[in-house]
């Protein structure tokens, strides 16, 4: 019993630091960037940390149940999966970095009864929070699908039955959340201030987006390898 729960205790240290990974970094650093507040950093993290948990607990657990590894290859194509959303996110970002200092970040507020959101007469967004969440979400499940093989290897051969192995991928995926969240909120406090200067928002999508675009085609070139060859 003691050792499980240390297991477990382990399974949730272990969580915070998977959180802080490169390319896990890389791609919710190009998200939260335009964020306008801490809090607003933090729920976008939050909601990559339940997609990545969810994906972890259903592909992971399914190949506890049925005791098996994950095939070298297909892992090697979730990892190319991750590679090539690094390189879509930091495309995005350096475009919106180019739009915003090009006509200028997007400001929300209202005419008469009517919020929206806009950085000039070219540009119209009107603001819909459900649908921007959910693109961290789906970053979120694409690394719960690179990281289900080995969350699963590990718990085959650390934990003394299905039941507590569940319990470790759901520590686990909550300590990646809490790290993650955790992050973001407070790298969000200096990341708000600088936002609401001229230039913030372009500078800090254009960093994070080159560094993005850079990891992505560094790990896409290493996960192709392994999954062709």
Known sequence: MITTLLGLLWGLAQGVRHALEPDHLAAVSTLVAER???????????????????????????????????????????????????????????RRAYVDAA??????HAHAHHAHAHAGPADHVH??????ARRPLLV??????????????????????????????????SGATLGMAALAGLAGVPLAKLARTRRGVP??????GTLSLLLGIAWGWIAAGAAFT
């Open 36 to 94: 306008k507040s801490a809090r607003s950093a933090a729920s976008y993290a939050v909601a990559w940390g339940v997609g990545h948990a969810l994906v972890l607990l259903a592909v992971g657990g399914a190949l506890l149940l049925v005791r098996a590894q994950l095939p070298h290859r297909i892992g090697a194509l979730f990892e190319l999966a991750v590679a090539a959303m690094l390189v879509v996110l930091g495309v995005r970002a350096l």
């Open 103 to 108: 006509v200028g970040t997007p400001v929300a």
């Open 140 to 173: 979120g499940c694409v690394h719960g699908l690179a990281g289900s093989g080995a969350i699963a290897a590990l718990v085959m051969a650390q934990m003394p039955s299905a039941a507590a192995g569940f319990v470790y991928i759901v520590v686990f995926g």
């Open 127 to 132: 603001v819909r929070g459900l649908t921007l």
């Open 203 to 208: 500078v800090m999508l254009g960093v994070t």
